[in-house]
């Protein structure tokens, strides 16, 4: 809404981060999106730095809670190890030590044990964040479609055998059926609710889109779709739901993961912060 209309302009917009002759490190994938970052990265005498030609890696181990792996970039690193789960996550990582790699090179002393650590001893609020183990509830702030597709991918690997319980609240400014698309093709129940704010959708509104089109769903039967006019509700009746076998998958918001967290009283510094930027009018 706000950057444009086709991902040549949103790359556009993106790429005036970009600054004269400071190197780019970026995972961009997307052929059109891509050749602006290097038109731009050029014209900036800014050296580019991409994901899969100049730098990469392999996977080693990934289970709910860790990540281990191979980097080969200008150096190679075996069995780094990092405290989340997730494809993407170590794309992420990968990206940080290419960066760390740069500033080596650029005369910044950063050792390798300080790679390891770093990632080693790394904590990311609201990213496939498991906040309670009875019931088991993970929260993610996943706040557009391909943050969305990357969690479901992520839960769908991490969590074959488990029935996800969905519950759902997104700010309507969002691309609301985007992100719950490739959510609830992996849910048994979807329960879609509203976090404390007055921008956040209406759920009866998003149940209402989500019956307007195809989810194409990879499951066997519909998953049953229901509203909640508050978190905390929708929280209390998808613990009522939850077995053994089961996950409640908080999502849609930072907004909705950090509420999530203060409901069940944890310390949430970045989300709340990120709540009260809510509160001023910046979105995610």
């Given at each position: 809404?706000?950057?444009?209309?086709?991902?040549?302009?949103?790359?556009?917009?993106?790429?005036?981060?970009?600054?004269?002759?400071?190197?780019?490190?970026?995972?961009?994938?997307?052929?059109?999106?891509?050749?602006?970052?290097?038109?731009?990265?050029?014209?900036?005498?800014?050296?580019?730095?991409?994901?899969?030609?100049?730098?990469?890696?392999?996977?080693?181990?990934?289970?709910?809670?860790?990540?281990?792996?191979?980097?080969?970039?200008?150096?190679?690193y075996s069995g780094l190890f990092v405290p989340l789960t997730g494809r993407h996550q170590i794309?992420?990582?990968?990206?940080?030590?290419?960066?760390?790699?740069?500033?080596?090179?650029?005369?910044?002393?950063?050792?390798?044990?300080?790679?390891?650590?770093?990632?080693?001893?790394?904590?990311?609020?609201?990213?496939?964040?498991?906040?309670?183990?009875?019931?088991?509830?993970?929260?993610?702030?996943?706040h557009n479609p391909e943050a969305a597709q990357a969690l479901s991918?992520?839960?769908?690997?991490?969590?074959?055998?488990?029935?996800?319980?969905?519950?759902?609240?997104?700010?309507?400014?969002?691309?609301?059926?985007?992100?719950?698309?490739?959510?609830?093709?992996?849910?048994?129940?979807?329960?879609?609710?509203?976090?404390?704010?007055?921008?956040?959708?209406?759920?009866?509104?998003?149940?209402?889109?989500?019956?307007?089109?195809?989810?194409?769903?990879?499951?066997?039967?519909?998953?049953?779709?229901?509203?909640?006019?508050?978190?905390?509700?929708?929280?209390?009746?998808?613990?009522?739901?939850?077995?053994?076998?089961?996950?409640?998958?908080?999502?849609?918001?930072?907004?909705?993961?950090?509420?999530?967290?203060?409901?069940?009283?944890?310390?949430?510094?970045?989300?709340?912060?990120?709540?009260?930027?809510?509160?001023?009018?910046?979105?995610?």
């Amino acid at each position: 809404e706000f950057l444009g209309d086709t991902i040549s302009d949103i790359a556009f917009e993106k790429a005036g981060i970009i600054k004269h002759s400071i190197p780019v490190v970026t995972a961009v994938s997307n052929k059109e999106a891509l050749d602006v970052l290097k038109r731009t990265a050029k014209d900036r005498h800014a050296e580019i730095h991409i994901y899969g030609r100049d730098f990469n890696d392999a996977p080693l181990l990934m289970d709910c809670d860790h990540i281990a792996f191979d980097y080969s970039g200008f150096s190679r690193y075996s069995g780094l190890f990092v405290p989340l789960t997730g494809r993407h996550q170590i794309q992420n990582a990968s990206l940080a030590v290419r960066a760390c790699e740069i500033l080596s090179r650029r005369g910044l002393s950063v050792t390798d044990d300080a790679i390891f650590r770093g990632l080693r001893n790394l904590q990311i609020e609201g990213r496939l964040e498991t906040v309670s183990a009875k019931p088991h509830i993970i929260i993610d702030g996943a706040h557009n479609p391909e943050a969305a597709q990357a969690l479901s991918q992520s839960m769908t690997i991490t969590y074959p055998s488990k029935k996800i319980i969905l519950v759902a609240g997104i700010m309507k400014d969002k691309d609301i059926m985007g992100i719950l698309k490739p959510l609830v093709r992996i849910a048994d129940s979807v329960i879609l609710t509203r976090p404390d704010s007055d921008r956040a959708a209406a759920p009866e509104a998003m149940k209402e889109g989500l019956e307007r089109i195809d989810i194409d769903r990879d499951t066997n039967s519909m998953c049953s779709i229901s509203t909640s006019n508050t978190l905390s509700n929708a929280l209390s009746t998808a613990n009522n739901m939850c077995r053994d076998d089961s996950i409640i998958l908080v999502t849609g918001s930072f907004y909705t993961a950090g509420e999530t967290k203060d409901i069940l009283n944890h310390k949430s510094g970045v989300l709340s912060r990120l709540r009260e930027n809510y509160s001023s009018g910046n979105s995610n």
